[in-house]
């Protein structure tokens, strides 16, 4: 017997070593579990951070080639694409992640011909949004006369916005083909596509503006057929071949249930456009402080830092909402919350990578836009809230994706409104201008504002019952397949 226990130590094990080394096994495949989802994740937010920073690219190239036209050219085409096209361009993306919700939820059912429907019942809807949008581009110079601007900015605005349409009117078909193409986990496709078309928007940009000379309006051109071209390439791979499932011809039942679609849509729009004006708010009333300009500038750099850096939690949104959207639909529960657990981790590294950043070389980010003393050293002094800004923004995009995945749109936007309009801003104006902290009091009350959403955000995914929204998803699938 004891020959036996000698050569088969394991005879010997007790039941305490027995407990651990199933610990050991579970927190391995834990460890395992979690790498497979983030494998996952990275696979739809890698693409779509980088198709993000591209497209965006393209309208700083923009404004660059602009700048070499004179100072008037570059402030018409900055307002424009700063502020008009910033206010659709929220609203229409918000939209299009309705389809998230529908297309992800319809791919994890396999009812894969519904992606299709889907994506023509969100061209209908966003075109029609973006149509009633246009008096924006139409009445820019009036507008801007009205709040005080030099009419002859006014006027080159208004001609820019005009020549500026067709850009505007390329977001229903962009945004409703990335989306469709990343519920199927096609991101690869996005991501060549945005390559290219930046590569072929600088070389036509230098060709247009120093070679043929074509101006402010020839410039404006550039970024229109920059745009459709990308809309283009991802149209011809959807509907020629590339998706043989999803894709099954223009339908008819596209008209069907438009009005339901609409509500969901207007519900993302709302949610995505109060969080991408909610900072730029610093710019407007930074105006109202001690040392305007100063105050201006140092708050533009933060902002256009902050900009940037938010293509990052924008494509672990959309990879959250993908993913989570995928596992209802399949009717995994327990898939969906492992999602969001992993997506938030992913995020959360990353927002403190970015933090680390920022508290490290304020100076010498500041240094990359500026050389003035007085704003390198403001952009110093609010080198804190900008770090807990963008750890926050890493946070609280994660669990919008959770939302967007399940369909909670319409209570986020609620959220929203009640954390930054009714909470943050009046936090602010209280610091900021009753308590005379100015700009820091201002921004300190937003970052309160962005907290209580998160939290809230938060409360309500831990206490989220994932069995009910993956039931939820497959009943609505699939009496939305039986109808067609």
């Excluded at 059912?109 to 075109?127: C, D, E, N, P, T």
């Excluded at 149509?131 to 005080?148: E, H, N, Q, T």
């Excluded at 390198?376 to 926050?392: F, G, R, S, Y």
Aim: charged residues 10%.
């Amino acid at each position: 017997m004891g020959r036996r226990e000698e050569e088969n130590p394991l005879l010997l094990s007790t039941p305490q070593q027995n407990e651990v080394q199933e610990e050991s096994t579970k927190d391995a495949n834990l460890i395992c579990k979690t790498w497979k989802e983030s494998k996952k994740l990275w696979q739809i937010a890698g693409p779509s951070i980088f198709s993000r920073l591209a497209m965006f690219s393209m309208t700083v190239i923009t404004q660059a080639f602009a700048g070499h036209l004179g100072d008037l050219n570059l402030a018409a085409i900055s307002i424009v694409t700063t502020v008009i096209i910033s206010i659709s361009f929220g609203f229409l993306l918000g939209m299009a992640s309705a389809l998230e919700t529908l297309c992800g939820q319809a791919y994890g059912a396999k009812q894969y011909h519904m992606l299709g429907i889907y994506m023509q019942r969100s061209w209908i809807v966003l075109f029609i949004c973006s149509i009633l949008l246009i008096p924006m581009f139409v009445f820019a110079s009036p507008i801007l006369k009205l709040i005080g601007q030099s009419t002859a900015l006014a006027e080159q605005t208004g001609i820019v916005a005009i020549w500026l349409i067709p850009f505007h009117l390329s977001f229903p078909f962009q945004f409703t083909l990335q989306r469709f193409l990343q519920c199927q986990l096609k991101t690869a496709v996005i991501a060549w596509v945005s390559g290219v078309v930046l590569l072929v928007h600088v070389i036509v940009s230098w060709v247009f503006v120093y070679k043929l000379r074509v101006g402010i309006v020839g410039t404006a051109i550039t970024l229109d057929f920059s745009w459709w071209l990308s809309v283009l390439g991802l149209f011809c791979y959807s509907v020629c071949g590339g998706c043989p499932l999803s894709w099954t011809g223009f339908s008819a039942q596209a008209f069907i249930g438009l009005w339901e679609f609409f509500k969901l849509s207007v519900a993302s729009g709302v949610m995505l456009s109060l969080e991408n004006f909610y900072y730029r708010v610093l710019i407007i009333v930074s105006g109202y402080m001690h040392n305007t300009e100063v105050a201006v500038d140092a708050l533009s750099i933060c902002i256009t830092i902050y900009g940037w850096e938010s293509m990052v939690p924008l494509g672990f949104l959309a990879a959250t909402g993908v993913r989570v959207a995928n596992e209802l639909g399949a009717g995994n529960a327990n898939g969906a919350k492992f999602a969001t657990i992993v997506s938030v981790l992913n995020s959360l590294l990353v927002g403190l990578f970015f933090w680390s950043i920022i508290m490290a070389i304020p100076e010498k980010l500041a240094v990359i836009f500026t050389s003035t003393s007085a704003v390198i050293t403001m952009v110093n002094d609010l080198a804190l809230l900008l770090a807990c800004t963008i750890l926050l923004n890493c946070i609280q995009p994660v669990l919008s994706g959770a939302a967007v995945g399940s369909g909670w749109q319409a209570i986020v936007a609620f959220i929203n409104i009640s954390s930054y309009y009714l909470v943050g801003l009046p936090l602010g104006v209280l610091l900021g201008w009753l308590l005379q902290f100015n700009i820091t009091g201002i921004w300190t009350g937003m970052i309160c504002g962005t907290v209580v959403q998160t939290l809230i955000l938060s409360i309500i995914t831990i206490k989220c019952e994932w069995e009910k929204e993956a039931q939820k998803a497959w009943i609505h699938i699939f009496n939305e397949a039986a109808s067609n």
